[in-house]
């Protein structure tokens, strides 16, 4: 699976972005799915995780109530809409991939239980 993150930029605080996570060389529907970020000069850390078919949605509560993951098996995409960002969002935003799995609770917060991922996109929220 090839994973292709985009949609970062530079908001403002207390904008919003919507990050796009496009895969190819396999359905995605047999997957996990999950965001990571690492910000500057921090370790990588959990944002949001999705089942493999969206029946289960889980992300940190640092981002609860503000970033919201989904999925669109038939687009092959995934989603992280983020809403109220501050500047403690600043990172390089991950996508990845878990699987392939037929459990439809699967998700995970840990990242080497994922497989696959995304060369990242840089989201830069400024105050």
């Known amino acids: 699976v090839q994973l292709q993150a985009s949609g970062g930029g530079l908001v403002q605080a207390g904008g919003s972005l919507r990050l796009s996570c496009a895969a190819s060389?396999?359905?995605?529907?047999?997957?996990?799915m999950g965001w990571f970020r690492q910000a500057p000069g921090k370790e990588r850390e959990f944002v949001a995780a999705i089942t493999r078919i969206g029946s289960g949605t889980f992300s940190a509560d640092s981002v609860k109530g503000r970033f919201t993951i989904s999925r669109d098996n038939d687009k092959n995409t995934v989603y992280l809409q983020m809403n109220s960002l501050n500047p403690e969002d600043t990172a390089v935003y991950y996508c990845?991939?878990?699987?392939?799995?037929?459990?439809?609770?699967?998700?995970?917060?840990?990242?080497?239980?994922?497989?696959?991922w995304g060369q990242g996109t840089l989201v830069t929220v400024s105050s």
């Open positions: 990845a991939a878990s699987g392939p799995t037929r459990d439809n609770t699967k998700w995970s917060r840990i990242e080497n239980e994922y497989d696959y």
């Open positions: 060389g396999r359905t995605i529907s047999r997957y996990a």
